[in-house]
């Protein structure tokens, strides 16, 4: 016997970012580059940092608890309503327990569950297909989908890591995404996530993982640890070229799994890791730019939550209204890519 399967709609949405704002000129001051150098190759001409660079009280966390609490809101819900917390980071307050536990307290939650995501870039999709098959079985009502990012205590700011610390920048997004029986909407149609670790060490940052023996080293040699190690390291080409190959190819499996064209899409909202990236992909599918959502240029990539953040602003600025076609997409550090085609 079939099983009836809900379905599962976006019933809030809300973003959060610190307010101090780091314009290109900011980093020009701290390391060799310029405002057209990082304008020309990513579309960034600004992102927003946490006020200081070590804080205990504005953490990965607390930037999800404000992003969460205006989903909640903007859903008509409270935080005793939500069921089941999705967190998806790769700057989390602690090794561990991961910040899904961190939210809950911080919410007041019941005692629910509280799943943390490791997918980077692509941590928010990621959430929000395991969010998704919750729903559909039946087993949640109200999920609180989350992705949040400090990025700003972890880069190297001299001019070894100026091919990666322009790029990224802090913030938070969420959606509360709940079972529906309301037949005006459809809800999510399909997801598709992949991964291909064999390319792991292309976009990664290896302190403090295990490979590496990092807390022996620290204790026993701090000095000799070198700076590889300990900040982000990416091979920008080599990720470029495989992002604007996996972009195309998840959209496409998407919309072919739904049985839907490009032309049915009213909106892409891809993540934003490089305006470039974008561009490329929106004239591979033949989209107007219209129904491309990029605003990289006033946040940076923030990982994950880039995709939130894009979601919440095309909800505000109507660029994203009820009854839409809309599919999410990103690729990122794993490598991991997916996405998910929902009716909004
Ligand atoms: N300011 C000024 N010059 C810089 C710079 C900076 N911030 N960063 C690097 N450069 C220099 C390089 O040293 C290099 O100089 P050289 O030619 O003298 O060696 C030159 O600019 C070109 O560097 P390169 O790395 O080849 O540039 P690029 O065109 O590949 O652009 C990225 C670099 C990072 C913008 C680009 O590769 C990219 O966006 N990749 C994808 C990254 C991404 O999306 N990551 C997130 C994953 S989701």
């Given at each position: ?42 579309g ?196 470029f070229k495989h992002a604007v190959t996996r972009f195309p190819e998840t959209i496409h499996?998407a919309l ?6 490009v032309?049915?899409l009213?909106l892409l909202i891809p993540h934003q890791a490089n305006k470039r990236i974008a561009q490329y992909v929106q004239q591979q599918l033949g989209l107007p730019d219209?129904k491309v959502m990029v605003?990289i ?30 599919c999410l997409s990103a690729f ?5 890519w997916?996405s ?5």
């Amino acid at each position: 016997k079939k099983r009836n399967m809900k379905k599962s709609v976006i019933k809030g949405f809300g973003y959060y970012v610190p307010e101090k704002v780091v314009t290109n000129d900011d980093l020009a001051k701290l390391m060799s580059t310029n405002d057209e150098w990082i304008t020309e190759r990513t579309g960034i001409k600004q992102r927003h940092y946490r006020k200081n660079i070590n804080d205990a009280e504005e953490t990965t966390a607390y930037l999800g608890l404000q992003a969460s609490k205006k989903a909640i809101e903007s859903a008509g819900l409270t935080a005793k309503d939500i069921d089941y917390i999705v967190f998806a980071t790769l700057s989390p307050d602690y090794y561990f327990p991961g910040c899904g536990v961190l939210l809950q307290e911080m919410l007041g939650c019941d005692t629910i569950g509280a799943l943390d995501v490791r997918n980077q870039c692509s941590g928010f999709v990621y959430a929000m297909s395991v969010a998704d098959a919750f729903i559909k079985v039946g087993q949640y009502k109200n999920i609180l989908v989350v992705g949040a990012e400090i990025h700003s205590f972890g880069l190297d700011f001299t001019d070894r890591g100026r091919g990666v610390s322009v790029i990224f920048g802090d913030g938070a997004g969420a959606i509360v995404l709940s079972a529906s029986e309301d037949d005006s909407v459809q809800g999510i149609l399909a997801t598709n996530m992949h991964s291909e670790g064999k390319y792991a060490d292309e976009l990664c940052t290896k302190f403090p993982g295990t490979k590496y023996g990092w807390s022996v080293r620290l204790k026993n040699e701090p000095d000799a640890i070198p700076d590889e190690e300990i900040y982000p390291h990416m091979n920008g080409n080599f990720v470029f070229k495989h992002a604007v190959t996996r972009f195309p190819e998840t959209i496409h499996e998407a919309l072919e799994k739904a049985g839907k064209k490009v032309e049915d899409l009213d909106l892409l909202i891809p993540h934003q890791a490089n305006k470039r990236i974008a561009q490329y992909v929106q004239q591979q599918l033949g989209l107007p730019d219209e129904k491309v959502m990029v605003n990289i240029e006033k946040y940076g990539n923030t990982t994950a939550a880039s995709i939130p953040i894009a979601l919440s602003e095309a909800i505000e600025e109507g660029r994203m209204k009820r009854g839409d076609l809309v599919c999410l997409s990103a690729f990122g550090s794993g490598f991991t890519w997916g996405s998910v085609l929902f009716e909004y």
